[in-house]
């Protein structure tokens, strides 16, 4: 057969020899000590940190303290439309497009798509963008900003060559 059964026919009449008296009087002392003492370890309670809730609220307050001066000085300040002279003769409200700007912020391959009645496979690319267009007044100097989200999905032809 193999090589190690002599061996292993050894390790079969192998006996664990009994332990000694002593080690036993040893274990049941320390299973004894550990009995009287409570060895449970458990999460700390909700506790409240005094110093840092003190100066939360310390720092919320000055906070709070700001904003009601600034808005005071807003309700007392006048406005600038109500210092601003009306106009001597009508300005046209002709605005003149000065810029439009298109960033491309998520791009996603779709994979093949076959459309209706179609032999032939595109693959759908879809795109999300945020275009900002501007316009401007060049008579008054007012301009005019509007952003708004788009989407868009494209059609790519596949040539299966």
């Known amino acids: 057969m193999n090589d190690f059964s002599d061996i ?15 080690l036993l009087r040893r274990v049941e ?3 004894v000590d550990l009995s009287g003492e409570e060895k449970i370890v458990r999460p700390h309670q909700f506790r409240i940190h005094w110093l840092s809730l003190g ?3 310390a720092a919320a307050a000055v906070v709070l303290i700001f ?4 808005f005071q000085k807003a309700a007392q300040s006048p406005g ?11 300005v046209p409200a002709t605005f003149i497009p000065a810029g439009a700007t298109q960033v491309v912020y998520h791009t996603r391959d779709e994979g093949l ?11 759908r690319v879809r795109s999300r963008t945020q275009e900002t267009l501007q316009w401007r007044n060049p008579a008054t100097g007012a301009s005019l900003q509007v952003s708004y989200p788009a989407e868009h999905v494209q059609f790519i032809p596949v040539s299966g060559q």
């Open 29 to 31: 002392n320390a299973i």
């Open 80 to 90: 600038v439309a109500a210092q601003s002279p009306p106009p001597t003769k009508p």
């Open 55 to 57: 100066a939360s609220l």
């Open 113 to 123: 798509f076959f459309p209706l009645h179609s032999e032939e496979p595109v693959r």
């Open 67 to 70: 904003l009601r001066f600034d």
């Open 8 to 22: 292993e026919s050894e390790l079969k009449k192998l006996r664990p020899t009994q332990p000694s008296a002593d």
